[in-house]
């Protein structure tokens, strides 16, 4: 127990990417209250997160992940620097999101993949979104049609 309680001195960032779950938890959690609590879409402290995006929505432990889609989208939806994860984002949601049993999971994958597409990153997304098409996964190839769905029923692509 006693190297248990470690991560729980490391910073935000470390703990995201930390090998046990508890941390990663506890790190997504933190993250998300910090993307809250930033009021300034241009602030520095966005950019802090900007190569671990990608590790929020495929992260393998699926409560973890579901944490993790939830302080994503509200990067996404903040930060002026998310543009930046479109790509990597949006094939993590396609490949690790989708074809989860949770369909809050997939909801919010879907509501990352508009949001990128409000920011004006539609050609990324659906460039992503249509590869995903190609899956022999029915259910990756059912959310991305879904998606795709949405996205032009709100008249964005």
């Not at 949001?115 to 991305?144: F, S, T």
Request: proline fraction near 3%; charge should be positive; include cysteine.
């Amino acid at each position: 127990m006693g190297d248990d309680s470690e991560w729980m001195k490391l910073p935000v960032d470390q703990k995201c990417e930390h090998k046990l779950w508890k941390a990663r938890l506890s790190g997504y959690e933190e993250a998300l209250k910090t993307f809250q609590k930033i009021k300034d879409e241009k602030s520095p402290e966005w950019s802090k997160f900007l190569g671990l995006i990608k590790k929020f929505v495929t992260d393998s432990n699926a409560v973890v992940q579901l944490k993790g889609l939830e302080a994503a989208l509200v990067y996404v939806e903040n930060a002026h620097v998310a543009g930046k994860t479109t790509g990597e984002v949006v094939l993590g949601v396609v490949s690790k999101v989708f074809n989860q049993p949770k369909a809050k999971a997939k909801e919010l994958g879907i509501e990352i993949c508009l949001m990128y597409i409000e920011i004006e990153k539609a050609e990324a997304v659906k460039e992503e979104l249509l590869k995903g098409l190609d899956n022999k996964n029915p259910k990756i190839v059912v959310a991305c049609i879904e998606t795709l769905r949405k996205a032009l029923r709100n008249k964005w692509l």
